[in-house]
Structures are given as structure tokens and as C-alpha cells.
């Protein structure tokens, strides 16, 4: 059990999303970094897969009231254990009765914590997600509050038997155990706030419907996420992009970094908490190997987009999951090779 001292900003349970009710227009939900989590469950032995604490901007306090591992990944919210810093990107034996402190984000904007077991929520519809319009999936179907009581799942028996040998290794005055090794740096760097990279996107499917002034400005000129943005979409504020003419399109189905431009001529990237279909033009689409840094940036953040062709998107795609599936395999041998100290 993990019980909420504070609740932070903004602090909800998600997976990697409700996948398959998108026609019945139920929206996917889910991690805003789909990397990160990932990581994370892999350190402390859970499924990818498996929910965890979605933390933003300003983190909340936890006290846990059980032995645990947990790893954090994501941005930087300068996380302690009973005042002490403790490693991100790697895994951590919490003693029961120690405290956890997420403060400002120093460096990116959202940390994952995940914890051996995940969290014992309910699925809806195949998820344990948080839909916080539909106020369903995670916890109540809302944003963790002060005095709310987290249940944690029952890990995997090699867990569960380290946890215990743990415990018995550590004093009365030790807290928590860091492992001695660590997620190295080519992975965690790319899903840190960088305004300086450039974006990578697909031409959109409306793409020619823009002038050419819209299409140049695209990506020569920079914009800047606005303070009235959200899980569900970023606001772009900068050079507008108007189309040739005025159209009226049918609404179609939209995904994770569709770039969509009102009659306004604001953009609008697209995020996990998007709507199912949209009738704005779409000028472009962000390559999902960037999904996880778009994550992680500040409202306030300049960003510049670069155009790169979908075989290369694919081609970028498949070599990060080639890379994490390397990297899971290298925390199992870790895991059992060298133990916390």
C-alpha cells in the first residue's frame, strides 16, 4: 500500500493505453511518454505493459507502507527518499514506512514511477488507465488525491523473494537500497526535454491543401507550446497556416502526434488524451520515435519540426524497439548478476 501525503499537480494511473474502443469513440488514454514507463516496469520486473504513476510537472509526497522496488523514468522532479536523492533510471528497495518527495520538474516535465506488482486497479475495457473526462479507469477514475490509499499488485515470485532477502540485508537506519547499476545515458538522454530537436514528421494527408508560404513556415520557422495545453493537445503558438481555400472535410480518425490546423491557422499536435476522429486539415504527423520527447516538454518550449519520409520513420521505429528489446534483456542479466549496494 502507498498512501498519498500529497497528491502533486497532476498524478494519475496509466498503462500504455485502451486499444480497440476508438470506433465506439471511447479515446485511448494512456502514458504521454510511451518509452519511459516501459523502462521502468522492465527495472523493477513487471510487463511493459503494466500501470504505473504518471507524475507532471510538480510531484506529489508518498509514504509507502510496505517493501517494495520501484524505479523512476521520465523527466527530473529531483525525487528523495526520507530527504535523501535517490537514481532515476534504475531500481530501488523502499523500506516500509519511507517517505518519497517529487518536487518542480528541473528537467523535462513528466516522471513514471513504477512499482513491483504495478498497482491493483481495476481494468475498464482492457486498461487500467485513467480517463479523466469519462472519470474511469486508474484510480476512481481521477487524479490521485491527499489521503487516498494506492493498492500495490503481488510481483513475480523472483521479485517477491528478493524483496525479502532485502529486507533482511538491510539496518534499522537504512531506508532504501540503490542497485549499483543504471539505464546508460543513450537511453534515457532522447526522452529528456530538448527544445533544440527538431521534431520529426510525415507530410499530413491535407498536406497540399496548405499554401506554400504554410508549408515552407512549417518547417523553417519555430512555435511554441502554450500554457493552454494538455494530455489531450498541444496549442502551437506561432506563424499561422492558412490553406489555399476554405474546405469543409469529413471527420476521420486522428492518432498520437496528428497535427491538425483550425480555420484559425494555430496548430494543434495531438496527444494521449486526443478525441477519436477530427475535420481539421492535417498538415502533418509526428514519427512515433519522438512521441516520447514531445512528452517531456514545458508549456513554454519552442519546438521546430524536420521532415523525414515514413520509411524512415519505420525505419527509426524498429531500431528503438530493437534497442529496448537489447536493453530488457541486459536488466534481466543485471538483475540477477549484481545485486543493490
Given amino acids: 500500500m502507498i498512501y498519498v501525503k ?6 494519475t494511473l496509466q498503462d500504455q493505453g485502451r486499444i480497440g474502443y476508438q470506433k465506439h469513440g471511447v479515446i485511448m488514454s494512456g502514458v504521454m511518454d510511451p518509452v519511459s514507463p516501459r523502462i521502468a516496469n522492465l527495472l523493477v520486473g513487471n510487463d511493459e505493459n503494466e500501470v504505473v504513476l504518471e507524475i507532471t510537472m510538480l510531484g506529489p509526497t508518498l509514504v509507502f507502507e510496505q517493501n517494495t522496488i520501484i524505479a523512476l523514468c521520465g523527466g527530473d522532479l529531483s525525487p528523495r527518499i526520507d530527504g535523501s536523492p ?8 523502499v523500506k516500509k514506512g519511507s517517505t518519497l518527495t517529487l518536487g518542480q520538474a528541473q528537467q523535462g516535465c513528466r516522471v ?3 512499482v513491483a506488482g504495478g498497482f491493483q486497479v481495476p481494468k475498464v475495457m482492457g486498461s487500467k488507465s485513467t480517463y479523466l473526462r469519462a472519470g474511469i479507469g ?4 481521477r487524479a490521485i488525491q491527499a489521503q487516498d490509499n494506492l493498492s500495490i499488485g503481488t510481483p513475480s515470485p523472483t521479485i517477491e523473494t528478493k524483496i525479502k532477502e532485502l529486507e533482511e540485508q538491510t539496518t534499522n537506519n537504512e531506508r532504501f537500497l540503490e542497485m549499483k547499476w543504471y539505464v546508460a545515458s543513450e537511453f534515457a538522454a532522447p526522452f529528456q526535454s530538448k527544445s533544440s530537436h527538431p521534431i520529426r514528421v510525415i507530410k499530413g494527408r491535407e498536406y497540399d491543401l496548405f499554401t506554400q508560404e504554410s508549408q515552407q513556415s512549417l518547417f523553417s520557422e519555430s512555435f511554441t507550446i502554450s500554457s493552454q495545453s494538455d494530455r489531450m493537445g498541444y496549442r502551437l503558438e506561432g ?8 474546405i469543409s472535410l469529413k471527420s476521420e480518425a486522428v492518432a498520437f502526434g496528428t497535427i491538425q490546423v483550425p480555420s484559425n491557422g494555430q496548430p494543434i499536435l495531438l496527444m494521449a488524451d486526443r478525441q477519436t476522429t477530427g475535420g481539421y486539415p492535417k498538415i502533418a504527423q509526428v514519427a512515433t520515435v519522438d512521441l516520447p520527447v514531445l512528452a517531456q516538454l514545458k508549456p513554454g518550449t519552442t519546438i521546430t ?16 524497439e530493437a534497442n529496448l528489446q537489447q536493453l530488457a534483456q541486459g536488466i534481466h542479466l543485471k538483475s540477477i ?3 543493490f549496494r
Fill in 6 to 11: 500529497k497528491p502533486g499537480l497532476l498524478s
Fill in 86 to 93: 535517490i537514481k532515476q533510471w534504475s531500481p530501488i528497495f
Fill in 112 to 114: 513514471y514511477l513504477a
Fill in 138 to 141: 486508474g484510480y476512481k477514475g
Fill in 239 to 246: 506563424s499561422t497556416l492558412p490553406l489555399n481555400n476554405e
Fill in 305 to 320: 519540426f524536420e521532415e523525414i519520409s515514413l520509411e524512415k520513420a519505420q525505419k527509426l521505429y524498429l531500431e528503438r
Fill in 337 to 339: 548478476q549484481e545485486g
